[in-house]
C-alpha cells in the first residue's frame, strides 16, 4: 500500500514538472510514490483556469490546514477532563 500521507512541497513541484512532460496521472503517481487518486484529487483541487501551480498549491494547501487548525473543537481544555475520567475507570 503507498503512503497516504500529504503531499510535501516537492512532490507538488514533481506533480508540476510531471505535467509539463506531458506524463500520465498514473505516471506521475508511480514516479512519486503515490496513489493515482491523491494525485486526481490534487490536480482537481489546485488546477485553476491556466492549468496547475505547484507554488499557488502548496500555498492553497497552507491556507487550509491553518484554517482547520484553528476551527479544531476538540480543544486540550475539553480533552484534559475526558482523558482524566477515562483513566478514573480504567
Known amino acids: 500500500m503507498k503512503n497516504k500521507k500529504h503531499l510535501t512541497?516537492?512532490?507538488r513541484y514533481q506533480i508540476d514538472a510531471l505535467l509539463q512532460a506531458n506524463k500520465s496521472q498514473k505516471e506521475i503517481a508511480?514516479?512519486?510514490g503515490k496513489d493515482k487518486s491523491v494525485i486526481s484529487r490534487e490536480l482537481s483541487r489546485?488546477?485553476?483556469k491556466r492549468g496547475y501551480?505547484?507554488?499557488f498549491?502548496?500555498?492553497y494547501a497552507d491556507l487550509r490546514k491553518e484554517r482547520f487548525r484553528e476551527e479544531r473543537k476538540f480543544t486540550q481544555a475539553l480533552k484534559d477532563p475526558v482523558i482524566k475520567k477515562l483513566t478514573e475507570e480504567q
Do not use: K, V, Y
Open 9 to 11: 512541497r516537492e512532490q
Open 30 to 32: 508511480d514516479i512519486i
Open 46 to 48: 489546485n488546477s485553476h
Open 53 to 55: 501551480s505547484a507554488r
Open 57 to 59: 498549491a502548496q500555498e
